[in-house]
Nanobody, 122 residues
Framework: QVQLVESGGGLVQAGGSLRLSCKASERIFSQNVMAWFRQAPGKEREFVAGFTSSQGATSEVDYVKGRFTGSRDSTTNTMYLQMNSLRPEDTAVYYC???????????????WGQGTQVTVSS
């Protein structure tokens, strides 16, 4: 049973914008902390942005601060990642994840989406 579904990836030129969406089941959305990770070719999956609690604010890694913004809509059980000023180094598969604790470690998240490809051309 698929419980997290991402969408919104694509090909964009450097400096452009994309908005990723992650639709979750109501149970997962209300009972877990949500986060975004990404994995570039040949690299480990890394934390990008996430919520500090099931109702809390977002936290982003330094290299996306000021460019990426996380948000959520509890009426539709959907999490978003607005990505502006995209750079070629942002190219990766982006995953949404849900877990019981707001950490930046992949092992602490129990549910994962299938991923959506983001490609930024120079």
């Amino acid at each position: 049973q698929v419980q997290l579904v991402e969408s919104g990836g694509g090909l964009v030129q450097a400096g452009g914008s994309l908005r990723l969406s992650c639709k979750a089941s109501e149970r997962i959305f209300s009972q877990n902390v949500m986060a975004w990770f990404r994995q570039a070719p040949g690299k480990e999956r890394e934390f990008v942005a996430g919520f500090t609690s099931s109702q809390g604010a977002t936290s982003e890694v330094d290299y996306v601060k000021g460019r990426f913004t996380g948000s959520r809509d509890s009426t539709t059980n959907t999490m978003y990642l607005q990505m502006n000023s995209l750079r070629p180094e942002d190219t990766a598969v982006y995953y949404c994840a849900a877990g019981r604790h707001a950490t930046r470690r992949t092992g602490d998240y129990d549910y994962w989406g299938q991923g959506t490809q983001v490609t930024v051309s120079s």
